[in-house]
């Protein structure tokens, strides 16, 4: 081969070799391209799934089998107060609520168990603050790219909203329980008005028998005996009617500071001396519109259950009266109670204190914790009752050996404060036409009875439609009209709207054993000037009627 050749053959193989190298270059320049492109792109990825995770509000965090915390995300000081180092490396499990610590480990042990699918839980973790926070978490356990397995959590804090769902939950509660009282309300209001008629059968044919015995007579003591125990069971009927919201009760704007102040020296000689009473009188020149005599039942009740609570170790009874004012949206209110402007009477005591089983019962009639022969346990039902006549709300809080208090909430009036004026009782004689109508018979003949021994004319009917019949026929027969208020056929204000009709001029009087308040506006409408509550003695049946025939038109 020449040397031309050579060259030539050399140059070729150098050409080629060139053009390989260029070509090879060139392909490492694009594999580096493409590898850098690469790397930039899973960069970008993992800057942008650890911005997701660092700015996340829900705390993220990597637990191993045993509970130890791998990862937390930022987030964990802000949900849970985490300190500067965190808590990696520590185990979840160890701040978890004890009531709590072996559902979520029963959960655990499901997710490792079943890895890939998704578990939801709720529990109480302790924060750094030393408080609990409820937490709940949903996460999986990842397996497949990891060894060994790890649970990955999403957890957030969900304290508010089970603070809501517990304030919805104590509202449903006092819902129920109020429709569990108002049921209770209505049976004890219909069994009061029945047991009052028999009463008042007792009261008037006892007191005619003792009316009719010389001075002297042995059985005259039995009688006051029959009369005393009509009286007690009167006033047990009285307490189930306060119960039942149907007592009557005269309204009017009062200041509560004076009752407040004879309830506590009523007390002082009612409770064991090794009870001391205290009161503190903020706002006492606040009225509301109240029954004061009511009010100072409510007080004496609560004074003396406070009392009893207190008999065995001695103690403090406090009675607070205060004003408080709630704005619309106020979070401060108590669970129910309007805005608006009240008066606040707080009966506290440092006694036994009421077990938490027995709070939701305390109002029912007769439950009570005392031994049998302590007392009905009607006191605490009666005071709701009561304070519920008053479009009032009772609050009660308690704790085993350290005492209870319970918080009356009344709302303030503005208005003149007076006395009330005062009934003048005498047995009174007439000799006027009176219609006496009632469905129970022994009734009837006691007030027919009563009025003719004080020299009235009585016609007497236990049928109200036939006593409108003859009214029809005799319009101008009558100077009076005394009738029940709950009868079959015809109510008593509907007999009372019929006989005005008729004569516009002539007074009504009602009798009821329901403990009904008859509106005002009724009351003009239909021609009735008193009510006369079942059971009463003659004295009063004698001032009712000279009243109501007396009276200025």
Not at 93 to 107: A, G, P, Q, Y
Not at 436 to 465: A, N, Q, W
Request: aromatic share 6%.
């Amino acid at each position: 081969m020449t040397t031309d050749s050579l060259i030539a053959t050399h140059s070729v193989t150098i050409i080629i070799l060139s053009a390989t190298l260029v070509a090879v270059a060139s392909g490492f320049v694009v594999y580096f391209k493409r590898q850098r492109a690469s790397n930039e792109s899973v960069l970008a990825r993992e800057l942008y799934f650890r911005s997701l995770i660092e700015n996340a509000t829900d705390l993220i965090t990597v637990l191993s089998q045993d509970g130890t915390i791998i990862y937390e995300s930022p987030s964990s000081k802000r949900v849970l107060g985490s300190p500067e180092d965190g808590l990696r490396g520590k185990n979840a499990l160890d701040f978890i609520h004890s009531d709590d610590r072996e559902r979520v480990e029963n959960k655990l042990a499901i997710a490792f168990a079943q890895p890939g699918t998704t578990h939801t839980i709720e529990f109480r973790f302790r924060h750094h603050d030393g408080g609990w926070i409820y937490i709940e978490s949903t996460g999986r356990v990842n397996s497949e790219h990891i060894s060994p397995p790890r649970v990955i959590l999403n957890s957030r804090d969900i304290t508010e909203r089970k603070k809501n769902e517990q304030e919805l939950g104590k509202l449903e509660d006092q819902l129920r329980h109020a429709h569990k009282m108002d049921a209770l309300g209505t049976m004890a209001g219909g069994i009061a008005h029945d047991f009052n008629n028999v009463l008042a059968a007792i009261l008037g044919y006892s007191e005619m028998l003792r009316d009719g015995l010389e001075a002297g007579n042995p059985e005259m003591s039995d009688l006051d005996q029959i009369l005393s125990a009509t009286r007690r069971a009167k006033d047990l009927v009285d307490k189930i009617l306060a119960f039942s919201r149907r007592s009557t009760s005269e309204k009017r704007p009062v200041k509560l500071d004076a009752i407040v102040k004879e309830a506590a020296g009523l007390l002082r000689a009612s409770i064991p001396a090794t009870v001391e009473i205290q009161t503190t009188i903020g706002e006492g020149s606040a009225a509301v519109n109240a029954d004061p005599g009511q009010i100072h039942q409510v007080l004496m009740n609560l004074g003396t259950n406070a009392g009893h609570a207190m008999k065995e170790t001695g103690g403090i009874l406090h009675i607070e009266l205060d004003t408080v004012d709630f704005e619309p949206g106020s979070r401060e209110s108590p669970a129910g109670l309007e805005h608006g402007h009240y008066c606040t009477l707080r009966v506290t005591d440092s006694g036994t204190g009421i077990f938490e089983t027995d709070i939701e019962r305390i109002y029912d009639p007769f439950f009570t914790t005392k031994p049998v022969g302590s007392g009905t346990g009607l006191g605490l039902s009666v005071v709701h009752g009561i304070i519920a006549g008053h479009d009032g709300r009772i609050f009660v809080n308690s704790e085993i050996g350290k005492g209870t208090s319970f918080t009356i909430y009344l709302r303030r009036v503005d208005g003149a404060v007076s006395e009330p004026a005062r009934n003048i009782e005498r047995m009174a004689s007439g000799t006027e036409r009176i219609m006496v109508i009632d469905d129970e018979e022994p009734i009837v003949r006691i007030c027919e009875k009563t009025l003719v021994g004080l020299g009235y004319h009585v016609t007497s009917f236990s049928s109200s439609v036939e006593a409108v019949d003859h009214f029809g026929a005799n319009k101008e027969g009558f100077d009076l009209v005394l009738t029940d208020l709950t009868m079959p056929g015809m109510a008593g204000t509907d007999v009372a709207r019929a006989a005005t009709d008729l004569n516009s001029d002539l007074p009504v009087v009602l009798m009821t054993g329901f403990g009904q308040t008859i509106d005002s506006a009724v009351r003009d409408d239909v021609g009735i000037v008193s009510v006369l509550q079942k059971p009463f003695v003659k004295q009063e049946l004698a001032a009712a009627v000279r009243a109501a025939l007396d009276r200025e038109d």
